[in-house]
Nanobody
């Protein structure tokens, strides 16, 4: 059974960095789009970033406006793992971060994704 497991969350001061990982098992996700979403208390789950594999070593990445220039999404198909490098973190980035996967191209709607991890907490102190 396909499974996604996030890791790398934690507590960091504003301006700091964290790197999240999403390890996939049970199937290969090389032909799937994969994304990161986050959910803060009392808020809806929102899009953060997504990456679509377009064959070979080519990828298309998409970012929410709130994280552009600060976050970088990447994937290593050989390791079946996706990453989110988060720099210049702000208190408003505090949330549970989820990775997700779907067939085809990445979208920004969480409703379009079929596979989800359990989430990892990211807390940014001011």
């Amino acid at each position: 059974q396909a499974q996604l497991v996030e890791s790398g969350g934690g507590l960091v001061q504003a301006g700091g960095s964290l790197r999240l990982s999403c390890a996939a098992s049970g199937r290969t996700f090389s032909g799937y789009a994969m994304g990161w979403f986050r959910q803060a208390p009392g808020k809806e789950r929102e899009f953060v970033a997504a990456i679509t594999w377009s064959g070979g070593i080519s990828y298309y990445a998409d970012y929410a406006d709130s994280v552009k220039g600060r976050f970088t999404i990447s994937r290593d198909n050989a390791k079946n793992t996706m990453y989110l490098q988060m720099n210049s973190l702000k208190p408003e980035d505090t949330a549970v971060y989820y990775c997700a996967a779907r067939r085809g191209r990445a979208t920004q709607s969480p409703n379009d994704y079929d596979y989800w991890g359990q989430g990892t907490q990211v807390t940014v102190s001011s």
